[in-house]
């Protein structure tokens, strides 16, 4: 299996204004947008380690996740949530060549743990021998940075700053961990997996 961006979150999607702010950058001065590529970069840093820890999309992106088959015959769980759509669903043969699933064939079950794409009639299509599936999606909250919960967001800000007042010393020490107020935050976000992740 494997999980692809398609597409970037854009810059100005980004609270960096936000973060200077929590920072207390000072402002008014000729090099005030010196430090903002810094703080975009603290930025992205810290949603790719929330977004891996709790398996959900903060802003909105286009993803391809390839797989070998369906881990059951009827629905196949989906690896990140929220999803917003299915954009396209694509048998591979054992060439590469693919061919799209008719919408018709499937259905998108949204759920914030654990969204699925589920059959419309008793099965999904059938994988072709030595072959695969691509499925093309759109997950996260929105588009936009108040799309994103709060206590999220400021989970988000949280390690950022710590990034970014730490970035002398190369981050977070190595035995330190995520700090205590963001785990706080995060943890009601975390997928629950049971039965060995039966259905993922």
């Given at each position: 299996?494997?999980?692809?961006?398609?597409?970037?979150?854009?810059?100005?999607?980004?609270?960096?204004?936000?973060?200077?702010?929590?920072?207390?950058?000072?402002t008014g001065?000729?090099?005030?947008?010196?430090?903002?590529?810094?703080?975009?970069?603290?930025?992205?840093?810290?949603?790719?380690v929330?977004?891996?820890?709790?398996?959900?999309?903060?802003?909105?992106?286009?993803?391809?996740?390839?797989?070998?088959?369906?881990?059951?015959?009827?629905?196949?769980?989906?690896?990140?949530a929220?999803?917003?759509?299915?954009?396209?669903i694509?048998?591979l043969?054992?060439?590469?060549?693919?061919?799209?699933?008719?919408?018709?064939?499937?259905?998108?079950?949204?759920?914030?743990?654990?969204?699925?794409?589920?059959?419309?009639?008793?099965?999904?299509?059938?994988?072709?021998?030595?072959?695969?599936?691509?499925?093309?999606?759109?997950?996260?909250?929105?588009?936009?940075?108040?799309?994103?919960?709060a206590?999220?967001?400021?989970?988000?800000?949280?390690?950022?700053?710590?990034?970014?007042?730490?970035?002398?010393?190369?981050?977070?020490?190595?035995?330190?961990?995520?700090?205590?107020?963001?785990?706080?935050?995060?943890?009601?976000?975390?997928?629950?997996?049971?039965?060995?992740?039966?259905?993922?």
């Amino acid at each position: 299996m494997m999980l692809i961006e398609q597409t970037t979150v854009p810059t100005l999607a980004l609270p960096v204004q936000v973060l200077k702010n929590h920072l207390r950058l000072g402002t008014g001065f000729a090099d005030d947008g010196m430090q903002d590529g810094l703080i975009e970069s603290y930025l992205r840093a810290a949603m790719a380690v929330i977004e891996g820890r709790i398996g959900k999309v903060l802003i909105a992106r286009l993803f391809k996740w390839s797989l070998e088959d369906w881990r059951a015959g009827g629905e196949q769980a989906l690896p990140v949530a929220p999803v917003a759509s299915i954009e396209q669903i694509s048998l591979l043969d054992r060439d590469g060549n693919a061919q799209t699933v008719p919408a018709a064939l499937y259905r998108l079950v949204q759920d914030m743990h654990r969204p699925r794409v589920q059959a419309a009639g008793f099965m999904l299509p059938q994988v072709p021998m030595g072959g695969g599936i691509e499925i093309e999606f759109v997950a996260g909250f929105g588009p936009a940075w108040v799309d994103v919960p709060a206590d999220l967001a400021q989970a988000v800000l949280m390690l950022s700053a710590e990034y970014y007042e730490r970035r002398h010393e190369g981050g977070l020490r190595a035995d330190a961990g995520l700090p205590f107020g963001v785990v706080a935050l995060i943890e009601r976000w975390r997928t629950v997996r049971v039965l060995g992740g039966a259905g993922a």
